[in-house]
């Protein structure tokens, strides 16, 4: 709509200059021809003039009317005292007087020839209001007119001329052409403003992505302290654990915890890679990922603390739960956290009554997964602050788990929500779409 006016605007004030330019030219043309005319009649005027101060009684007149059929007769005054004189007569003649002679003219002979010098609408010689001689029609308002008086004593006639413009002279292609050009200009002019605000757009973008991954790379850094610190503890108690045995000379009992350590030493190894993928802002490889294998692969990494604590798992995700496109390690992530949580959370729970259970569910929009607990629940304030950074109960917490856990959620697309179950623990209902295209 703008544009479109802004085009109006534009062609109006150009073509109305135009137009007015050379409406201008045609009337400096037209003033011109009307000189040439007022030239001319003044000539034949001033002739008559000449030819009567020229003749004598000795003038023959016939040979004088047949050189100057204008003359339509000719009387000798009789009284010599009698002035020079304009006398009208009938049908728009006059008799021209001087002294000596009348002449009576007839001005449509004397101007014969006049329509073929110019090109105006109407032409009019008059004298006091009466017309001598007159072309075109003269009722007619016309845009343009001229008049001047002949400058002359024995016939101040007065010669006027009146035309229109000629429209179809005007520069019609011009007028196209320019609306045309401003069509485009004022398209152009759209397009670079287009552009421009998606170059904005696109500047905003890259800032603001380049504060995400500045963000993700702080955030990197303290979920290394977080994720390394399991996998390393466990690692050392494995360790420890197999050197005691060898010092009872247990051997038999040593290499399934050597097996347990290297489980966890390939986590960290995997962990350290995904965090150098991260820091090095390399594209992370979404795949199909199954999110029962995951979990199992998870409560296989944590089965020191599961034992441990005497936590039951229970596992409902149906065989059918389709694959969701995503890094595998990040889910890995988010179970690690949540269930590192809840096994925490029942570490003074009597015995045998723990339990982490996890729940899966599907739609054709995406996957709805439920892990509930058998703990004392999230506290009044961890409701409300659990996905903070840095909020944490536990002495040795690092308040950074779930926070990461969110950050993951969100950049699969999904949500996660936390609540307490009345009678039971806490409950993280997590959402995943199944178009989980990172933004
Ligand atoms: N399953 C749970 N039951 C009770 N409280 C929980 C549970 N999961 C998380 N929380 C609470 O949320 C806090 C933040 O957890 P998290 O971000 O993992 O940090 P951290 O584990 O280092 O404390 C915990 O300190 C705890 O108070
Ligand atoms: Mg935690």
Redesign the pocket.
């Known amino acids: 709509m703008f544009k479109v006016l802004l085009w109006l605007v534009l062609t109006l004030f150009s073509g109305s200059g135009v137009v007015l330019y050379a409406l201008q030219q045609q009337y400096e043309d037209q003033s011109v021809t009307y000189r040439i005319l007022y030239r001319e009649v003044t000539v034949k005027l001033s002739q008559l003039e000449t030819i009567l101060s020229l003749l004598s009684v000795a003038s023959d007149p016939s040979a004088v009317q047949q050189k100057f059929p204008q003359i339509l007769a000719w009387k000798t005054l009789p009284k010599e005292d009698s002035t020079p004189t304009l006398r009208a007569a009938e049908n728009g003649t006059y008799w021209l007087e001087n002294q000596h002679f009348a002449l009576l003219i007839d001005p449509q002979v004397l101007l014969a020839d006049i329509p073929q010098i110019h090109s105006f609408q109407h032409i009019l010689m008059s004298w006091n209001n009466r017309p001598l001689f007159e072309i075109g029609d003269g009722d007619e308002s016309t845009f343009w007119q001229w008049e001047k008086g002949i400058n002359s004593n024995l016939q101040p006639f007065e010669l006027s001329a009146n035309n229109d413009p000629e429209w179809a002279r005007l520069p019609w292609l011009l007028l196209l052409l320019l609306s045309v050009i401003w069509a485009v200009v004022v398209y152009f002019i759209g397009q670079y403003r287009i552009k421009k605000r998606q170059h904005s757009i696109a500047v905003l973008r890259e800032h603001f992505s380049e504060l995400t991954r500045f963000n993700a790379i702080g955030e990197v850094t303290t979920g290394i302290v977080h994720e390394l610190n399991q996998p390393l503890t466990a690692v050392l108690s494995y360790n420890q654990a197999a050197l005691r045995l060898i010092g009872q000379q247990q051997m038999h009992k040593v290499a399934p915890l050597l097996d347990a350590a290297v489980i966890q030493i390939k986590r960290i190894s995997t962990l350290l890679l995904h965090f150098r993928q991260k820091l090095t802002l390399e594209q992370v490889a979404f795949q199909e990922v199954n999110f029962s294998k995951v979990w199992r692969r998870v409560t296989v990494l944590l089965e020191n603390e599961i034992n441990q604590g005497k936590v039951k798992i229970i596992t409902r995700i149906p065989d059918s739960l389709p694959t969701l496109r995503a890094d595998p390690l990040w889910i890995e992530q988010i179970f690690h956290?949540i269930l590192s949580?809840?096994i925490?959370?029942q570490q003074h729970n009597n015995a045998a009554s723990a339990w982490v259970a996890i729940g899966a569910e599907y739609s054709d929009q995406g996957i709805t997964l439920v892990i509930t607990?058998g703990?004392?629940?999230?506290?009044e304030q961890?409701l409300q602050q659990?996905f903070i950074p840095f909020?944490?109960?536990?002495q040795e917490?690092?308040?950074?788990?779930?926070?990461l856990t969110e950050t993951l959620v969100q950049r699969l697309n999904g949500n996660i929500k936390a609540e307490n179950i009345a009678g039971q623990?806490?409950c993280f209902t997590l959402w995943f779409p199944f178009n989980t295209q990172e933004l």
Request: charged residues 10%; neutral net charge.
């Open positions: 956290n949580n809840a925490q959370a607990d703990g004392p629940g999230l506290s961890a659990v909020f944490t109960t536990r917490g690092l308040g950074l788990g779930m926070a623990g806490a």
